[in-house]
């Protein structure tokens, strides 16, 4: 059987989802609360819900539970590696952070992370995905306190970020769990054991393209302005976000402004049985809903 965490989420939800129209896998959830029926309660935060949410899996798929500072993450996919090791788990797909993020703050927890799950005793795959449209929108929402009304005020500088649609990145989990299952009832070892899959977009976004797509969806001209990361942080320090993701958001700006967070290759083509989706319409669901 196949156990997904996180299906409350946008995607562990989409995964879960995925797996549930498959005839020939069985597949459970997990959330932090568990409902006793289609979701078992996983919570990393309290590793004794893990032991018995984990009975009867062959292969565990880790959704990154990174919303925290890096100790807390740290804990959390311990409490997962042990128990998975104590409960039998023979394969572990973890979903990590891709090779364009790299030099990002949020690649420290993620890289330690690959290193716990890989010491096993059970076989892993690595998904490192890239960063999701509606991210750069929220970070440029979250900093809109330094912009008027018709100008983008933001610190891309005139660097680009990577992104992929989150439903591209659910289906090759799908794809990578059921054939993993498939392998291990066939008795044989999981044919993507050990691999690190890089799933990068194919489409970068920069300052001018996103207020170009904000142009489109709002029906009035929004110009790009290349905010400095000293205003930025001022404005992100009177924002809604933790602590912790401001110091995350400013890394990710530099590395954007510093011009490396563009893919430069990605096992994306391979994996994925159709073309890649569309960005612009996710970019243009998060603006959508940023009004909202
Ligand atoms: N690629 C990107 O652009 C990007 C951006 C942001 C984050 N991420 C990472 O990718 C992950 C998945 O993205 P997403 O869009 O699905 O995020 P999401 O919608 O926030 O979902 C995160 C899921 O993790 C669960 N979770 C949180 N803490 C947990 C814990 N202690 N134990 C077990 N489960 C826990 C949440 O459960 P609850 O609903 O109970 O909180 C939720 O189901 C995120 O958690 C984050 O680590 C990626």
Redesign the pocket.
Known sequence: MILV??????????VFQGLSELDDVRVTG????GDGVSARR?????PRSLPAAFEDVDVLLV??????EDDV?FA?HAA?ADAAAQAGVRHLIY?S??SSGESMT?ALPHRWSEERFAAGPFTTTILR????P??PVALATATAATSADDVLAAPFGAGRLS??V?QD?ADVAVRVAAESERDLAAGKLSRHADRVYELEGDTALGGAEIAQILTEELGRPIAYRPASLTETRAALAGSSLEPYQITHALSLYSNVIAGRAEATRSDLPQLLRTAPRSVRAAVAEAVARNRG
């Open positions: 965490t996180g299906i409350s989420g946008g995607l562990g939800g989409l997990g959330t932090r609360t996983v919570d990393f935060d309290d959704v990154s539970a990174g919303y925290a993450v959390r997962a979903t952070l891709a949020i995905n890239g960063l999701y509606d991210l992104v992929v989150r990145l």
